[in-house]
C-alpha cells in the first residue's frame, strides 16, 4: 500500500516537473542575454560538449539496461541515476548556448543567418531529413520528461511490475532522443559561425 502513496505522492510533481521544464527551456530559447546588456561571448564550446554528453547518455543506457538483464539492480540504479544527471547537464548547457548564441540555419554555409537560394540548393533533401530528425528528437525530448520520471519513481518504490512496464516504453524513447541529439549536432555543426 505504501508504494502506491510514494507514487500518488510524486505525481503531482512529475506533472508539474514535465509541463515546467518544456515551458521554461522555451521561454530562455527565446531569451538573449546580450539583449538584456549583458556582454557575453557566445558560449560556442558547449555544443560538442553537450553532444557528446548525449552520446554518452546513449551509452549508460544500454549499459543499464545490460546490467539489470544480467541481475546487477544496484549497478542499473547507478547508471539510470547518472543518466537522469547527464541529460541535466545536456539541458543547462543547451539553454546557456541558447541564450548567448543566435541560431543556426542548416545550410547557412556563409554564416550570415539567411540561407539564400544557393546555399538551399546546396544542402537540399538533406535539410527536410534534418528537420524531421530535429522535429522528432524535441517532441520526444518533451515526451521523455514525464516517462522517466514516472519509470523513475516507480522503481523507488519498489513496484518492478509497473517498472518494467513503462521502462519498455521509455527507454527506446529516451535512446532515440540521446542519439538524434548527436546525429542532430553532427549535421548541423558545419553551419555554427566560428
Known sequence: MEDNTLEKKYSKLIVAVSIVIPVVVAILFG???KDFGFDVEPLSFLPPIYATTNGITAVVLVWAVLAIKNGKQKLHERLMTFAIALSVAFLVMYVAYHMTADSTKFGDLNHDGVLDAV????VGSLRLVYFVILITHILLSIAIIPLVLITYVRALAQRFDRHRKIAKITFPIWLYVAVTGVVVFLMISP???N
Open 119 to 122: 546555399e538551399s540548393a546546396k
Open 31 to 33: 531569451v538573449k542575454l
Open 191 to 193: 553551419y555554427y559561425a
